[in-house]
């Protein structure tokens, strides 16, 4: 099989697993949504490459908030564009969460957007007009910088407000991805 790997905690567990799995024999490639994703499956001895021939057959990540209809924010991790890019090349995504990232509606904390560094205060402008009070995160001192040299603005969204109706228009901003999806 060709397995995608998530990032964040709950996705390292998935990673040690099937690293004993892999250490008793078990034969798969794996695509990982982030460096550090990479770096501790390669260490755990699975074998991970940068570009496949043909669709991920599993993909099993973790999630930062999972509404009832099963959408889902994810990027609490920073590893929000990669972890998009991995789902969408999957044929079938296995998300593995606590019960705490359950919600009624999707917004509870902030809802990360990647933003490429060039222009990105105009990227945040556009956010702000949305009412989404964008913050980058690490601030001005030390911002965060994701695998792919991008920042990121955390967003709130406001109580009347779908995350779910605001990822499409956040999409159609051409400097900016987002992971609140289906
Ligand atoms: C990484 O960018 C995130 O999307 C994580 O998958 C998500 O934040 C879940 O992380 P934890 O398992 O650490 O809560």
Do not use: H
């Not at 078990?26 to 260490?43: F, G, P």
């Not at 057959?57 to 990669?82: C, H, S, Y």
């Amino acid at each position: 099989m060709l397995v995608g790997l998530g990032s964040g905690s709950t996705a390292a567990c998935f990673i040690d697993a099937l690293g004993r799995r892999v250490a008793d024999g078990l034969r798969i490639t794996a695509v990982s949504s982030s460096i550090a994703s990479a770096d501790q499956a390669r260490a755990l001895g699975i074998d991970v490459v940068e570009q496949v021939d043909r669709v991920i057959d599993l993909t099993v990540d973790g999630a930062d908030e999972i509404d009832p209809q099963l959408d889902l924010v994810k990027g609490l991790g920073g590893a929000l564009l990669r972890e998009k890019v991995v789902a969408a090349a999957s044929a079938r995504m296995v998300v593995v969460a606590t019960e705490d990232k359950l919600v009624d509606r999707l917004g509870r904390g902030p809802m990360p957007v990647e933003v490429l560094p060039f222009l990105w205060e105009t990227t945040a402008w556009r956010l702000d007009a949305l009412k989404l009070r964008p913050v980058r995160r690490g601030g001005d001192a030390s911002p965060f910088v994701s695998d792919n040299g991008n920042f990121i603005l955390d967003c709130a969204v406001p109580r009347r407000r779908s995350a779910v109706r605001l990822a499409p228009v956040l999409e159609a901003i051409p400097e900016s991805w987002v992971t609140a999806c289906s």
